[in-house]
């Protein structure tokens, strides 16, 4: 039998219980405890979805289902392990775990479908350095935000959700935001847009009309960070009077988590209702059998 190749997929990783969050909160800070009013604000978001995020539940079911993709063409000649970037098990633990399996090959995908040198480009570069320490080749997906499946998906939650808003109903597209300083030359906003577009097209959308961007969920950092927020664009669409509606596309996340169900389903769609404002919001990709499948079959062609 051939020696198996070992897959990482990563994700960002999510507390585990109320009792978790100041060690993960002081994880993302680089080792620095978080103030008591910032502890409490992240607290308070998570009790608001019942004390934890279903991110964990959700990452493993997409690291089971394209392990079971690349399982139903190739039987027995992947193992799948799971790395995050903040909490346990870690990217280097993921490594371990695979290099127990004797693999001298590992293909790294991270489940963010975009590229940015500060969020992809660090997990490709842990995941290479602790395999390198262990003589195992590694390549990593840059990204996956074109692959048919994805748009595909996208575009028919979208009008699912269309066909049920207002007439005069504006399609915001939303992405995590970055500082601009790690934005300089890096493809990650150009990405987003592109990917945007080929969803708006996909799902029939007049360009520029129909469609905008808009950033959420930025630090809390004295620094700038990429706009406009889509608070301020809620607000922007209410001052005008241009929309009784917003649909809000989180085509930049692929699970239902905190800056979803959050950040968009309650802080946002509060702001939206206060302003006169319908919002709704579609799926998001989460285990879609379709999208996991395409993700293996991209993993597959790596290693042939």
Partial sequence: MNQRIGVLVMAYGTPGSTEDIEAYYTHIRHGRPPEPTQLADLTARYDALGGTSPLAARTEAQRAAIADALDATDPGRFVVA???????????????????YDVDRIIGVVLAPHYSRASVGEYHARAAETAGERDIEYVG????????????FHASALRVVLDEMPQRTKVVFSAHSLPERVLVDDPYADQLFAGAELIATRAGLARWAGWGIAW???????????????????GDLADTGRAEGIVVVPHGFTSDHLEVLYDIDIEASRHAARRGLELRRPSVVNADPAVMGALAAQIRALAS
């Fill in 82 to 100: 799971l790395g995050q970037k903040h909490t346990s098990p870690f990217i280097e633990d993921g490594v371990a775990t695979l290099a127990e």
């Fill in 141 to 152: 997906i840059d990204d996956w935000y074109a692959l048919d499946a994805h748009v595909s």
């Fill in 216 to 234: 959420q969920s930025a630090g809390r950092t004295p620094e700038p960070w990429r706009g406009p927020d889509l608070l301020t664009v809620i």
